[in-house]
């Protein structure tokens, strides 16, 4: 699988390398590139956790050399991969990854981490004029999805507006309060937002997470 992405991967980054100033590259993060791991296609339950961008961590746009394209991004799989297997701290973030994973009985490093957005800027959300110029890799997500067939996609987010960079014409059913489950043509039918869970733990709401994961859960095998 990492196989047939590393030519998007390849197309996205020379477009990036392209597209941006000398001066917005010292600003642009490098982009979050997925290493997929092998065991993927035995997942009987295959999960990907979408969140919005980066911040910080992942090095400059600037340090990239047009002649490198293909050993960057082989430097950027190993760095993806080394982050899941080590650097995932105790965070509420990781955690919900752990008890999705646990809920499931699944090694939760089989689940696949993305980004609506492939980049920050500046260790922040992108400001707009960096994300019209960072069009494709909202399509580069798209065809991540496609090409991963996951059974369940959870984007988390302070709000849902961000999804519209994906699907425009997305349609939205509650599930509870602090659970929606989405619907489009694109995407599979256990489809789901919430809040991030760093904004559950922050308003004092952590305790729903474990509501939120039974909700998916029980959604999944109701559809089964």
Do not use: C
Request: charge should be neutral.
């Amino acid at each position: 699988m990492n196989e047939e992405l590393f030519t998007f991967y390849r197309q996205y980054l020379i477009n990036l390398v392209n597209n941006f100033s000398q001066k917005e590259k010292l600003g642009v993060s490098k982009p979050l590139i997925l290493n997929i791991p092998k065991t993927y296609n035995n997942n009987v339950v295959k999960i990907m956790i979408v969140g919005k961008e980066t911040h910080g961590g992942w090095g400059s746009l600037s340090e990239i050399p047009e002649s490198e394209i293909e050993i960057e991004i082989e430097k950027l799989q190993s760095r993806y991969r080394q982050f899941i297997n080590d650097d995932a701290v105790n965070s509420p973030f990781w955690n919900f990854f752990k008890k999705i994973g646990n809920r499931f009985e699944m090694d939760w490093k089989r689940i696949i981490w993305n980004n609506i957005s492939k980049i920050d800027f500046l260790n922040k959300t992108p400001p707009l004029f960096i994300q019209i110029k960072n069009i494709e890799g909202y399509k580069l997500v798209k065809k991540e999805i496609e090409m991963l067939n996951p059974s369940i996609v959870i984007f988390l987010g302070s709000d849902i507006e961000w999804l519209k960079f994906l699907y425009t014409d997305i349609s939205i059913k509650e599930v509870s309060p602090f659970l929606d489950q989405l619907f489009h043509v694109e995407l599979p039918n256990n489809t789901y937002w919430t809040y991030h869970p760093n904004y559950l733990s922050r308003s004092g709401n952590i305790e729903q997470i474990d509501l939120i994961i039974n909700d998916i859960y029980a959604k999944f095998y109701e559809t089964k």
